[in-house]
């Protein structure tokens, strides 16, 4: 059993920048595929990036957001920087018990509680 819990979430304002983390517990990150995905109200819940020894990215934040992670802490960061108001959403970490990154949600096995990220206009 994989523990997820994001932090980090916040109001800021277009164009500023938030730095989520996913600190996990019950088992070492190091060679599980970790993501990021968000919902927004009313909308169905989107990947937005994986990473194992690579990473990748939605469209939507190539060149904005950047995910990394610290295998000696057990975290997983999100940075995101040049938010827009359409970034608002719940942000949450996700696992899956493979290494191979996925850009689907059914494939991540373990899910966190989810951070608010409120980008204002």
């Known amino acids: 059993q994989v523990q997820l819990v994001e932090s980090g979430g916040g109001l800021v304002q277009a164009g500023g920048s938030l730095r989520l983390s996913c600190a996990a517990s019950?088992?070492?990150?190091?060679?599980?595929?970790m993501a990021w995905f968000r919902q927004a109200p009313g909308k169905e819940r989107e990947f937005v990036a994986a990473?194992?020894?690579?990473?990748n990215y939605a469209d939507s934040v190539k060149g904005r957001f950047s995910i990394s992670r610290d295998n000696a802490k057990n975290t997983v960061y999100l940075q995101m920087n040049s938010l827009k108001p359409e970034d608002t959403a719940v942000y949450y970490c996700?696992?899956?018990?493979?290494?191979?990154?996925?850009?689907?949600?059914?494939?991540?096995?373990?899910w966190g509680q989810g951070t608010q990220v409120t980008v204002s206009s």
């Open positions: 019950g088992r070492a990150l190091d060679n599980i595929a």
């Open positions: 990473i194992n020894w690579r990473d």
């Open positions: 996700a696992a899956r018990n493979r290494y191979q990154i996925s850009s689907s949600l059914d494939r991540y096995d373990y």
